[in-house]
């Protein structure tokens, strides 16, 4: 009987996962979801692709070199690719679609490979090692066997590194600590939240004048006199950008003109969030949802 690696990759990751508080989805497509105390959703799912042997391929083990695999390869048989994907997000956020691929447009915008979150990791943590691990995992298409050893890889070389990682930022104090340098879409929203705006707005208002002053060094050493009419437009137009962004955030502060807009909305997400959790099978109070 024909085995999908979906069902492989459910199968080989469920115990490790679990046992760390994760609930694997009744979703369509297969995703291991855990909820914070904090309200941060933390997801691993996959994606995998045909291997393409002509040419250089575009990811590949490091066990096995280009030529040593083309020579041990089947001839015969088609070869596959995966990567793991990781994501986290905000309870009072819109959701990542967990019917679809975690590389889809609109999933992206909270689930990346995890060559991206390794590379995000290396220029945000302190003292950050880069794990010695794969980037993706070949295996022999329609192979159970094959699947999964390039399973056990990856759990042995990549999921303790992304357990270590939730384990430690799992509350919204955590992610604001990393001061928005993860590139993760929330960080404004933690920053309301956990009413942090005058403190950010004052960092932001730091690290401006100092790209600014870089800007303005670039533009106005430009010797072309075509460039001078552009120069004060770029420069106005960076002014505008940052003043609207501090006052998009001092609007959301207590008091400020869209202050109960944005919780409103943002409870009124949660609420649609928890219902959708509900369907994919979890529930507050089970363990994994507080």
């Known amino acids: 009987m024909k085995v999908s690696f979906a069902s492989q990759f459910k199968k080989s990751l469920s115990e490790l996962l679990i046992s760390n508080g994760f609930s694997l989805l009744k979703s369509r497509y ?16 996959f994606e995998k692709k045909k291997y393409a042997f002509n040419g250089q391929p575009i990811l590949h083990s490091k066990d096995l070199d280009c030529l040593g695999f083309e020579e041990k390869r089947d001839p015969n048989a088609d070869y596959e690719e995966f990567m793991l994907w990781i994501g986290w997000s905000l309870i009072t956020q819109p959701m990542t679609d967990y019917n679809t691929k975690p590389n889809t447009l609109d999933n992206q915008t909270w689930m990346m490979p995890y060559i991206d979150f390794v590379h995000r990791c290396s220029l945000s943590l302190d003292g950050f090692v880069k794990p010695d691990t794969n980037i993706s995992y070949l295996y022999k ?35 604001y600590q990393l001061k928005g340098h993860m590139r993760f879409g929330f960080y404004e929203d933690i920053v309301i939240l956990k ?57 959301r502060k207590i008091g400020g003109a869209a202050y109960e807009e944005y919780m409103n909305n943002a409870n009124a997400r949660k609420a649609e969030n928890i219902r959708l959790l509900a369907e994919f099978g979890i529930r507050q109070g089970d363990g994994s949802f507080v």
């Open 141 to 175: 298409k329609d192979d159970p066997a094959e699947m999964t050893n390039a399973l056990q890889a990856a759990i042995r070389e990549q999921l303790p590194f992304i357990i270590h990682f939730f384990d430690r930022y799992a509350t919204t104090d955590d992610l």
């Open 30 to 45: 297969p995703y291991f979801v855990r909820i914070t105390d904090d309200g941060i959703i933390q997801s691993i799912s």
């Open 195 to 251: 009413q942090k705006v005058d403190e950010y707005a004052e960092e932001r208002r730091t690290a401006f004048s100092k790209e600014y002053e870089e800007l303005v060094s670039v533009l106005e050493n430009n010797n072309n006199p075509m460039m001078r009419h552009l120069a004060e437009r770029k420069k106005k137009e960076a002014l505008e950008k940052q003043n609207r962004s501090i006052q998009w955030l001092l609007d």
